[in-house]
T-cell receptor, first 109, second 114 residues
Framework: GQNIDQPTEMTATEGAIVQINCTYQTSGFNGLFWYQQHAGEAPTFLSYNVLDGLEEKGRFSSFLSRSKGYSYLLLKELQMKDSASYLCAVRDPGGKLIFGQGTELSVKP | DTAVSQTPKYLVTQMGNDKSIKCEQNLGHDTMYWYKQDSKKFLKIMFSYNNKELIINETVPNRFSPKSPDKAHLNLHINSLELGDSAVYFC?????????????FGEGSWLTVV
């Protein structure tokens, strides 16, 4: 079966660091994606991991451990505009992108 | 300039009607998708086409019929609309269907069935 779990909601303070976790159990693995989705808008691509380790892109970093079926998205120096839903998605060998339910992040002043 | 564009953005219609949503991408991608996002914000794949050929067809009622006239277009036609069809429908595209090919989403079509 396919199962992707992430927390439903998180709250953090402007300027702080927040880590959003994602665990997955899928039949096959061809990479893990993180997307950001603001209310009423399209999901936009943030990061992609296919090998174990940390990928850093500016204020955003994403980590993957394939043996543990685990990833996290790290957001540093939080800004108000980072308030959004963060979607973890796994690509299966057939090319399908399977999404978790998303983590709604609220950044407070 | 919009990479993946879909129309209409908002659609309110009565139960039993037939409606279409159109999608076009100008990225030169080979693969296009339709995703449905329900009220709980779960994004689920419905269909995928690669070079006009259907490659993914999830368990979707056959009232939903995708059509890809060429690799830059993937339209979605829905017959006999039901209340439960109310959702946001996202069109998307990627260079290919495997591994690291990033999927780019259109802005969504908000369908409300009354």
């Amino acid at each position: 079966g396919q199962n992707i779990d992430q927390p439903t909601e998180m709250t953090a303070t402007e300027g702080a660091i927040v880590q959003i976790n994602c665990t997955y159990q899928t039949s096959g693995f061809n990479g893990l994606f993180w997307y950001q989705q603001h209310a009423g808008e399209a999901p936009t691509f943030l990061s992609y991991n296919v090998l174990d380790g940390l990928e850093e892109k500016g204020r955003f970093s994403s980590f993957l451990s394939r043996s543990k079926g685990y990833s996290y998205l790290l957001l540093k120096e939080l800004q108000m505009k980072d308030s959004a839903s963060y979607l973890c998605a796994v690509r299966d060998p057939g090319g399908k992108l399977i999404f978790g339910q998303g983590t709604e992040l609220s950044v407070k002043p | 300039d919009t990479a993946v564009s879909q129309t209409p953005k908002y659609l309110v219609t009565q139960m039993g009607n037939d409606k279409s949503i159109k999608c076009e991408q100008n990225l030169g991608h080979d693969t296009m998708y339709w995703y449905k996002q329900d009220s709980k914000k779960f994004l689920k794949i419905m269909f995928s086409y690669n070079n006009k050929e259907l490659i993914i067809n999830e368990t979707v009622p056959n009232r939903f019929s995708p059509k890809s006239p060429d690799k830059a277009h993937l339209n979605l036609h829905i017959n006999s609309l039901e209340l439960g069809d109310s959702a946001v429908y996202f069109c998307a595209s990627s260079q290919g269907q495997y591994s690291g090919n990033t999927i780019y989403f259109g802005e969504g079509s908000w369908l409300t069935v009354v």
